[in-house]
């Protein structure tokens, strides 16, 4: 680095620009490659110099030295720790493929080989897309480079792409694990041919770090002597990897090391525990918060743990609260840097297990209302910041407000230049935007605590007397149930057995199957699946905790439990005259949903006119379902004529239709037509409405929705839940789904893991939602929807008129309901219509007794 500075007395860019150029090449290469000072110094200087060799090294003028610092470059991005991860490594992977616009296999065949080495490199490590997808691409990339990176004839490129290899392999998530992991381990060994310790050893403690995460991971084989095995390689790691020569990798090989041990089969239990944590305080010394805070993050969630087995709750809930911390300073950059919320929900999925071991630890240190902190903290959090965002001005004082987006967008553009290598002293900036993110904070918590800062206390003192909450959470081995009032001095926290959580996952996956592949099993068994969902969960242990004078209550699941009707789960109460009860009979004030406390916060903050009168209406789009147009009829009757009501009604009801229309003026917006939830791709779940048949053969899965072999909808057509994001419903008070699978969301996502529709609609501007958990039958859809519109009418809370609705359905004699329906005001083709139907059946049969009829539709929000 002094040779080249010294060169720059002499070689500057007026006089001498090739040279110039040549030596702010080498001086990136040698930042790159430094060791002293602070890695991410370093390599922000490394960035800064290439950035300026390319002011000469065009691609016109000089394509192969464009090309070389293209690559290096790419490197650079690679390895960088300031700024945003995510997109780092897309910088990175841009690099690269502009350099193999240059370095191809024809015209420079061992620069592209290098190339499609570091290009496979950036793949494995990247976060924007399809994680599965993006480790196929870093595979194909080294398979690319050992066609010229071979044995015979680049025999240190080939043991080093060997080794890349093998990291991928490991990473890989298509194929079988085991197999994987197998072919890791041959990658690594064959490396080793070359990577010795006498050679290269360096590059040989590398591949030994590498081989132990393999042998960790290994499934074949015995698991004592695999976790021996990695313990041996760590070992013989550190025999290059110091504390003094490679810090860095030094620490990385300890919290790896800690990992193994805390594994450890062979031994003392408590003494593994007590070597791992010994290692991640090593790895401590140099994984700090300020020089690396992803590292430092990882290692203290695994710190967290080993405390926690070790049964040291003071120092486990540190350690968490560390990592917690660090999650959602990470969180906080992306927000105010790129925004993508890709990287956003990636972010939370990697890090949920530390959110639930501080809620494990809070409730064993008996701080119940700081584990309600966490838990809330760790859910809709994607959710809570898109509706601050957008209702700021309504939920804060205007001066307030104001203040507030000062900040939003003071902090952005300072996080943009650092991302973008633009800051001029990007230490300073970094502590400045820490001290408004501060500023923010503490502006933002005093008016109205949400987010990071939630407290639960706050939100528990605006409870009303006569409301109870449930509020669900899944942890490791077992199902956690939050219960309290206003009035409750501290939550009851019920905790189930494992071998109760082990039967609930059982359960879940008998019902999806029995939901996708016997249909009419399912439907016929539901009633006996619900008894048996309420003793799995103990829902009369549950609700036996809530004060006699409650009566109304608001359920908060968690992931999976999202998909059940806990509303008309059988409950052993002793009130009435003995006859079975069901959730809803004890809350006669209403049983409904939320996301999360933060949610439904929010939402009471929204402010809508006390009228009821304007009406948007989408009917039977695909003109299939044959009772809708009588539920439509009948409902837009409860609303003022037109102007005030529109009803889109078949082939009008078209995406461009529906995006012509003031939405915002509305007070209440019906769906009545088909819905589909996608369980691979929740974001291209959608309402379908009308010409969704794709007009040509294309397939490109980015834009048609394949719902069978022969079925497909264009999703460009439909309204989709990014759709529905983009709407603004200032107006509205309330919006109906009255159509399949509405109220389903994307159970498998543990990081935010609330993804539907109606997370859409509650995001657009909708206080309430109302939605349906699996595939309708046409006709008592219709009925349930007529009626809870009737007793909407009479005044009514929302969801006691959803409840009441769904037991007059349930309970009602065909004697009754023809009698009701003969007061409805329909047209005569309507009349026969339902006569024909209602001649067929006994007079005190109960048609829709089976929950399936009228248990599907949940009342969600406020």
Known sequence: IACYQEALRVRTFEAFPIDWAMTQYNLGNAYGDRIKGEKAENIEDAIAYYQEALRVRTFEAFPEKWANTQNNLGNAHSNRIKGEKAENIEDAIACYQEALRVHTFEAFT????????????????????????????????????????????????????????????????KGEKAQNIEDAIACYQEALRVRTFEAFPIDWAMTQYNLGNAYGDRIKGEKAENIEDAIACYQQALRVFTFEAFPIDWARTQNNFGAACYQGIKGEKAENIEDAIACYQQALRVFTFEAFPQNYLHTNHNLGFAYRDAQNLPEAYKAFDAAIKIV?????????????????????????????????????????????????????????????????????????????????????????????????????????LQELRQQRNDLQDYYFPI??????????????????????????????????????????????????????????????????????????????????LAKIIHIDDIIQQIPEKCDRLILIPHRFLHLFPLHALPITSQQGEGKPKILMDRFPAGVSYAPSCQLLQLTQTRQRPEEFTHLFAVQ???????????????????????????????NAATKAAIDS??????????????????????????????????????????????????E???????????????????????????????????????????????????????????????????????????????????????????????????????????????????????????????????????????????????AIGN
């Open 110 to 173: 061992y620069d592209w080989a290098s190339t499609q080495n570091n290009l496979g490199n950036a793949y494995r490590d990247r976060i924007k897309g399809e994680k599965a997808q993006n480790i196929e691409d870093a595979i194909a990339c080294y398979q690319e480079a050992l066609r010229v990176h071979t044995f015979e004839a680049f025999t240190y490129d080939w043991a080093r792409t060997q080794n890349n290899l093998g990291n991928a392999y490991g990473d890989r998530i």
């Open 620 to 650: 039977n789009p695909n003109a299939n379902l044959p009772y809708t147009p009588i539920e439509v009829e009948v409902i837009k009757g409860y609303f003022n004529p037109p102007p005030d009501t529109e009803v889109l009604v078949e």
């Open 712 to 858: 497909k909808y264009d999703l460009d057509q439909c309204l989709t839940i990014d759709d529905v994001f983009e709407l603004q419903l200032k107006q509205c008070r309330l919006v109906t789904l009255s159509a399949c699978e509405t109220g389903l969301i994307d159970y498998n996502n543990i990081s935010d893991e609330y993804i539907g529709l109606p997370s859409g609609f509650l995001v657009a501007g909708s206080p309430a939602v109302v939605s349906s958990l699996w595939m309708l039958n046409d006709l008592s859809t219709a009925l349930l929807m007529i009626k809870f519109y009737q007793n909407l009418r009479e005044q009514i809370p929302l969801a006691v008129a959803l409840n009441q609705a769904q037991l007059w359905l349930r309970d009602s004699t065909k004697e009754e309901l023809e009698e009701w329906a003969s007061h409805l005001p329909l047209i005569l083709s309507h009349q026969e219509q339902l006569g024909d139907w209602f001649y067929k059946l006994d007079s005190m049969e109960k048609p829709f007794h089976n929950p399936y009829y009228w248990a599907a539709f949940v």
């Open 661 to 710: 229309k003031p939405l915002n003026s509305y007070h209440c917006l019906h769906f009545s037509c088909h819905g589909y939830f996608n369980y691979q791709e929740p974001r291209k779940s959608a309402l379908i409405l009308a010409n969704v048949q794709p007009t040509s053969a294309e397939t490109n899965p980015e834009r048609y929705l394949r719902i069978s072999e022969e």
């Open 328 to 432: 959602e300073f990470l969180r906080d950059e992306i927000i105010s840097g790129s925004g993508v919320e890709e990287y956003k929900t990636k972010l939370a999925e990697e890090n949920h297990r530390s959110y639930g071991g501080m809620v494990e630890v809070c409730l064993a240190l008996t701080k119940i209302t700081e584990a309600i902190d966490y838990v809330e903290r760790s859910k809709t959090g994607n959710l809570v910041e898109e509706i601050l965002s957008r209702d700021l001005k309504t939920i804060f004082p205007v001066d307030v407000a104001t203040q507030l987006e000062k900040y939003r967008d003071e902090i952005a553009a300072g996080q943009n230049q650092i991302q973008q290598g633009k800051a001029d002293n990007p230490k300073v900036l970094a502590q400045r």
């Open 451 to 532: 987010g990071s800062r939630f407290k639960f206390e706050q939100f528990q003192q605006k409870l009303d007397h006569h409301t109870a909450i449930v509020e669900f959470y899944i942890i490791r081995d077992k199902l956690l149930s939050f219960i309290f009032t206003g009035q409750t001095q501290q939550p009851i926290v019920w905790e189930s057995e494992p071998k109760d959580f082990y039967k609930l996952i059982k359960y879940l996956k008998g019902y999806l199957i029995a939901y996708y592949t016997k249909k009419y099993h399912w439907q016929r068994r539901l009633n006996t699946r619900l008894h048996l």
